[in-house]
């Protein structure tokens, strides 16, 4: 079977593996064929059960996976491979996905809690990003379409110190800009129009943030994640920490 998975990229994916208690390791070709079958269907948006024989069973892989995502194994090795990231400038932002109509119905009224949502794209889920200086994924948070991006911005920046903060206007609000001078970090933050003193940013700092942008659009050569078929937030998670595990590989 041709691998998808180049080796250099295997190798901390496998030694992650063989480290983490409950994972049986022991076969390493079974192990990579489902890890490859997990990118077959991440990378070409695939159902499940469409999943070509040789992979393995369908059922059985999707079994796996959904137990890997229960114990947050895959936000692990997401975690894991972020090796001396670029701290000195982050930038945050937001995307949209629009969600299939597969997606829904997990349990009556969850759509909220399973990160879904009616927005002017119409049915979708928003993808919260933080990267570094080099456009590589540090965190990502998940909430309904329809919901502000600033409301993730709090969380996703409160294990940043001494950095500089680099987002659009839409990120321009008192609360965040001093809980960001409280944790010693500088804002590019554009100030929005009704304010009434508006602040001094670095124009030419501000253009690095194309590095965001840059990255969701790599992320979206996963057709998986471009658009969402999962109706659990955590699964869709797993596919997206998959996808940020495989670009720190790069």
């Known amino acids: 079977m041709d691998y998808h998975i180049k080796a250099q990229e295997w190798e901390p994916i496998l030694s992650f593996l063989q480290h983490y208690p409950g994972i049986h390791t022991r076969n390493d070709k079974d192990l990579r064929c489902f890890i490859e079958g997990v990118w077959y269907v991440l990378r070409t948006g695939c ?68 990160a879904l949502g009616r927005s002017k794209g119409g049915f979708t889920t928003k993808i919260h990003a933080l990267v570094d200086g080099l456009g590589n994924p540090l ?64 124009p030419n700092l501000y253009k690095e943030r194309h590095l965001v942008e840059c990255f969701f659009g790599k992320m979206k050569h996963y057709r998986r994640v471009f658009s969402r078929f999962d109706k659990s937030a955590s699964v869709f998670l797993s596919f997206l920490c998959l996808v940020g595990t495989l670009i720190w590989l790069r």
């Open 47 to 114: 159902q499940w059960r469409l999943l070509p024989s040789h992979y393995g069973h369908w059922r059985a892989l999707h079994k796996r996976f959904k137990h890997w995502s229960d114990r947050g194994l895959w936000q692990k090795l997401f975690s894991s491979v972020q090796n001396n990231p670029d701290l000195e400038h982050v930038m945050i932002d937001a995307t949209i996905v629009r969600a299939h109509a597969c997606s829904a119905g997990l349990e009556k009224n969850t759509g909220a809690q399973e």
């Open 139 to 202: 965190k990502f948070l998940l909430t309904p379409g329809q919901r502000h991006d600033i409301t993730q911005s709090y969380e996703i920046v409160e294990d940043i110190f001494d950095s500089t903060v680099i987002a659009d206007k839409g990120y321009d609000a008192s609360a965040l800009i001093t809980q960001l001078e409280e944790q010693g970090c500088k804002t590019v933050i554009p100030s929005r129009k009704n304010r009434k003193e508006p602040r001094r940013y670095d």
